[in-house]
């Protein structure tokens, strides 16, 4: 899919989020700056949260739960160590009431489940992104 501006990408979000269910772990992939955080507000607004959602950058993990689900919105980019992820018990929320969205997954590899959807965002101009969604292992099939 190709988003053209920030407000495509967040409203691909909020359709998404209809298709999210409790349990589901999606992986955003992509380098700095290339939208993963519009994504994941269009899809705290599709699930129904109002409100700021800022990137966990600095905090790691930001819980909303006043959704139709609670949504786990995590930022992996400063954990220097996947010991780290550990200590705060990132495992806990992974594959139970809610939906994990995780920024930077590949630093806690141990953490990530074998079913997970995997969303690469790849800038192809200023504004403009290909977006691409990606089922590992049994996820199921998403279409938009």
């Known amino acids: 899919m190709i988003s053209a501006s920030r407000e495509d990408t967040e409203n691909l979000g909020r359709a998404l989020a209809k298709q999210l269910r409790a349990g589901d772990i999606v992986l955003l992939d992509g380098p700095m700056g290339a939208g993963k955080s519009e994504l994941a507000r269009g899809i705290a607004r599709g699930l129904g949260i109002t409100g700021s959602v800022p990137s966990p950058s600095f905090t790691i993990l930001n819980c ?3 959704g139709t689900v609670p949504l786990y919105h995590f930022d992996w980019w400063r954990v220097g ?5 550990y200590d705060i018990g990132a495992e806990e929320y992974m ?10 997954f590949e630093k806690g590899p141990s953490l990530l489940p074998e079913n997970a959807l995997r969303i690469i965002i790849r800038p192809t101009g200023d504004e403009e992104r290909e977006i691409t969604l990606v089922p590992l292992g049994d996820f199921r099939d998403i279409t938009l």
């Open 64 to 66: 909303y739960d006043r």
């Open 81 to 85: 160590d996947e010991s780290e992820l």
């Open 95 to 104: 594959g139970g009431d809610g939906i994990c969205l995780i920024e930077w």
